[in-house]
């Protein structure tokens, strides 16, 4: 049986990235290479996305939550650093649910609490009937576009482009499934993990209302805005937004 595909560089004290919403384990390329002279760098693509396009895709965020944390039990990996981006951040919630005390440091990257998400630029619901309508390429293409600021002109737009060819039609729309049943503000009060919330001030996909009530019931939380960015931050200015999350995981817990 395939398994998952995962990318393991680096050393020290591991980080685990979770991409979103037709993403892949490529579209961290700028962080692995940066922040893996710093830590074991763990990213997974989710099955139906990217690398893992011909596994099975999930269609809740408990179940894709449940297969990241089945893979590093089999990694033997029992105390990490999570990042989650867009969808994947909704995973990594989900994971601190579900983790006990494994999880270190926790990095809520252009996300929110809700998945059928307030305010963005189009309903899930659209999406999904526009998904079916156009097809996965097209689809996909007009999405990704809304997450850069200068559009399908930005300098790292082809990781989204080659990520988008690999996905299926049916991982997207399972994915958007998943977004739509997710609910997780319930569950706020209950993360203690000391918490980095990060956003750009352009992103169509999540208001800032979504990361000011993730601050907010977070306890031990605090929000970092990347001015003049839409949704991929990570892309757009990479060397500032590593060297923010490496400052950030390596302020020592007390």
């Known amino acids: 049986m395939q398994e ?10 591991p980080l685990v990235l ?17 922040l893996s002279k710093y830590f074991r760098i763990i990213t997974p693509a989710l099955p139906g996305f990217g690398e893992s396009s011909k596994l099975k895709s999930l269609d809740s965020i408990n ?6 944390l089945e893979l590093l039990e089999k990694k033997e990996i029992n105390k990490f650093n999570l990042m989650g981006h867009s969808m994947g951040g909704m995973i990594v919630q989900e994971m601190t649910k579900l983790s006990g005390n494994k999880i270190n440091k926790l990095i809520c990257y252009a996300t929110g609490p809700v998945g059928d998400i307030p305010g963005r630029f189009e309903t899930i619901d ?5 998904l079916k309508k156009e097809g996965i390429e097209k689809t996909a293409n007009r999405i990704s576009k809304k997450w850069f600021v200068e559009g399908d002109k930005a ?12 996905t299926t039609e049916e991982a997207a729309d399972n994915a958007l499934k998943a977004l739509k049943n997710w609910k997780g503000i319930d569950n706020l009060k209950n993360i203690n993990n000391e918490t980095l919330i990060i956003w750009g001030n352009k992103d169509t ?3 800032y209302d979504q990361v000011d009530t993730l601050n907010k019931n977070i306890k031990n ?7 003049g960015c839409s949704h991929n931050v990570h892309l757009e200015l990479s060397e500032k937004f590593n060297e923010i999350v490496k400052n950030f995981l390596h302020i020592k817990v007390f």
């Open 155 to 166: 300098k790292n737009f082809y990781l989204c482009d080659n990520a988008n060819k690999s």
């Open 4 to 13: 998952m595909y995962v990318d393991d560089i680096g050393e020290g004290f």
């Open 18 to 34: 979770v991409h979103g919403f037709l993403g892949s384990s490529a579209m961290w390329d700028p962080q692995k290479k940066y």
């Open 205 to 207: 996909a999540y208001n």
């Open 63 to 68: 179940a894709m939550a449940t297969k990241i």
């Open 126 to 130: 659209i999406s999904r009937e526009k």
């Open 221 to 227: 939380s605090k929000l970092e805005i990347f001015e």
